[in-house]
């Protein structure tokens, strides 16, 4: 029997109310660092067993203990402090990370997360990292005399953070760049970048992208230096299948089959077409499930929900095509 | 030589006291405060903004833009026959607006910032500038909707944005500027701009300005600079090849010179900013220059807007002082 359709997420979960209310404590020091990681240890072990019992292959830890993507890795590193609030759109606003002198780790970031998440399960979990590109793309710099220069210190930093998973034992590891289709003219060199980090690594390597005109940089996502690409494919329709369909592409599809923006959970059914138009495309030993995108903007609720379609779809198509 | 901004402003003041635009938007979407309440909030930022303004030394100002969510659906709101759809980025920034789609064949129905403009006139020592997202980028930034060709879509913007241009000058605006910078994007597009650009100035006779950021003018740069407006803004940090293109600029233009880079908190020194006027000024003379920062500056956290603008305003005096 073929082997394959393994099924994964794409990175964050949604945080419990009792998670979110301590952060805005710690804010105020009426909550200590220590308490604050007791209550995410115990979220992170909650999805663990969520994403056990839905009976999903690869895991992930949720991110229970990071808010911002890039201003995480900001707050851990050298080098960066946050700027004041800044507009992201209506009245939404965030505080961006500011490089003010020469980034980099002073010990390792995410190892420890990695370890206690992987300790609670003897399911693989992802080792996940927010890509160069994306850090120097969101944050000001006050310092690196060109983007160039900024980036590849981050790719280095990265590339010792991603090192130090791969030794610990994780067999993937996810490099998340969804800026990177921004500036088509900047692919070159945020490949480059992106290859500073996965060289030489010993784990599956893999990049989640998202927003942008895939179409215009395809050719480029498809050489990307990772062994896998992760898409947001439920919410375009699965048109981007077609850019597969019309490129050579000789990595492994981890495809979105359900969309994060919406409410709404889609039907086993729905699911099933999805991944049936996957395979069209790629055998099932190259073509992996999982949300389009990270679920925190989700409830709980609505989370497991799709996640537990998403599941029983994967199931179903497997049985029907004799999938191992 | 007058100094100006391209139009946005930080929405949020770090400083205690002052008025909040952000948790009058929620308390007013939670239904705690009416939208009475919650334009006197505006108001209130309003004022605040242009003494801003004002006190770090702009000749030329505008209301901050507080009042908009966006460029786009500012305008598309105010217009008959667009609908207003999810969230997508603007250009290359880690900013987002919401999609309008013409969902009829759109129409004029009244004018939409003249309230604003009249209030920031009412309320300025300074002369204002009116700003209006120009017909191509609004087409461009728009879904296509109900029209079959981008063209048809700019052609019917044309007459509505152009009697939003003649109320805004009636209520004193001191320029009529549109915002352009999606022609940079797709500079194959220039005829249907051109046009686009005639139809919508015309029978204005306050002067105009075409405002382009985000790149370089080149490929377009001599049409561009035969455009029947006054001023035309060029951004010189995203576009430094612009220093080279403005050779051409003809005599009886003003240039709007965006050197302050609008996007990253980096102050530049005053040093550099009177060497870039020093710069120019060798084929633009100085009195004809329109000094700003390189684009809105809705980008930065308010501190760093003060600081560029007050920044700006010295370099001109050094620059001046040079020339003396
Ligand atoms: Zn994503």
């Known amino acids: 029997m073929t082997r394959g359709l393994l099924t994964t997420a794409v990175g964050s979960y949604p945080k419990p109310e009792y998670v979110l209310r301590a ?178 690594l010993e784990a599956f390597t893999i990049t989640h992208v998202c927003y942008g005109d895939f179409a215009a940089v395809f050719p ?70 999982d949300p389009d995108c990270g679920l925190k903007t989700r409830t709980e609720e609505e989370s497991v929900a799709k996640l537990r379609v998403m599941v029983a779809a994967v199931r179903e198509v497997k049985e029907e095509l004799g999938i191992e | 030589m007058i100094t100006t901004v391209v139009g946005s402003y930080p929405k949020l003041s770090p400083d205690a006291g002052a008025p909040s635009l952000r948790a009058a938007i929620s308390r007013h979407d939670a239904g705690r405060i009416t939208v009475e309440e919650l334009r006197r909030v505006e108001d209130d930022v309003t004022r605040e903004v242009i003494q801003e303004q004002i006190d770090a030394g702009i000749d030329l100002i505008t209301d901050g833009q507080i009042r908009r969510d966006d460029g786009q659906t500012y305008f598309a709101r105010g217009i008959k026959g667009f609908t207003i759809n999810g969230l997508i980025r603007y250009f290359d920034t880690n900013t987002y607006y919401r999609h309008p789609i013409p969902e009829r064949r759109l129409e004029w129905q009244g004018a939409i910032g003249v309230g604003d403009l009249e209030f920031a006139v009412a309320h300025s020592a300074r002369p204002v500038k009116g700003v209006i997202t120009g017909p191509y980028t609004l087409a461009r930034l728009s879904q296509m909707g109900c029209y079959r060709d981008l063209r048809s879509l700019v052609m019917d913007l044309v007459p509505i944005l152009n009697r939003e241009a003649l109320a805004l000058q009636q209520a004193g605006a001191e320029v009529v500027q549109f915002d352009e910078p999606a022609i940079l994007q797709h500079k194959d597009d220039f005829d249907l701009f051109a046009e686009a650009v005639e139809g919508v100035t015309r029978g204005v006779t306050a002067r105009t300005a075409v405002y382009t950021y985000f790149r370089d003018v ?52 005053v040093e550099e900013i009177a060497s870039a006027i020093g710069r120019v000024s060798r084929v633009v003379s100085p009195d004809r220059l329109h000094v700003n920062p390189s684009c809105g500056l809705d980008f930065l956290p308010r501190k760093s807007a003060r600081a560029k603008l007050a920044r700006l305003v010295d370099g001109v005096r050094r620059a001046q002082e040079v020339r003396s």
Not at chain 1, 121 to 131: A, F, Q, S, Y
Request: hydrophobic fraction near 40%; proline fraction near 5%.
């Open chain 1, 23 to 200: 952060r805005a404590r710690v804010a105020r020091g009426e909550v200590s660092p220590k308490e604050m990681e007791e209550l995410e240890k115990r979220a992170t072990a909650h999805w663990i067993r969520i994403q056990e019992e839905l009976g999903m292959d690869i895991l992930v830890d949720g991110e229970m203990y990071r808010g911002d993507m890039v201003a995480y890795f900001a707050e851990n590193w050298e080098g960066f402090t946050t700027s004041g609030l800044v507009r992201s759109y209506g009245n939404r606003y965030y505080r961006k990370p500011v490089a003010v002198g020469p980034v980099g780790r002073s010990r390792p970031t995410t190892l420890e997360w990695w370890r206690y998440a992987q300790s609670l399960t003897p399911r693989p979990v992802k080792g996940m990292l927010t890509g160069p590109y994306t850090i120097v793309d969101w944050s000001f710099n006050e310092y690196y005399p060109t983007r160039e220069a900024f980036l590849m210190e981050v790719a280095r930093a990265v590339h010792d953070e991603a090192v130090d998973l791969a030794k610990a034992g994780a067999e993937y590891i996810q490099i998340d760049e969804p800026a990177i289709s921004t500036r088509p003219e900047e692919m070159e060199m945020a490949a480059r970048a992106l290859a500073v980090v996965t060289r030489g």
């Open chain 1, 220 to 289: 480029q996502l498809a050489a990307l230096p990772v062994d896998m690409l992760d898409l947001e494919t439920a919410n375009s329709n699965y048109n981007l299948l077609d850019l597969i369909r019309q490129h050579s592409f000789g990595k492994c599809l981890s495809m979105g089959v359900v969309d994060v923006h919406h409410h709404e959970t889609e039907s086993v059914e729905q699911v099933k077409e999805g991944i049936r138009k996957g395979l069209e495309v790629l055998s099932p030993e190259r073509l992996y499930i």
């Open chain 2, 218 to 269: 080149s490929g377009i740069h001599s049409r561009l600079f035969q455009l029947p407006v006054d001023i035309i803004g060029l951004d010189f940090v995203a576009g430094p090849a612009n220093y080279d293109l403005v050779r051409d600029f003809p005599p009886d233009k003003m240039l709007g010179f965006g050197i302050v880079d609008a996007r990253n908190t980096c102050l530049e020194t």
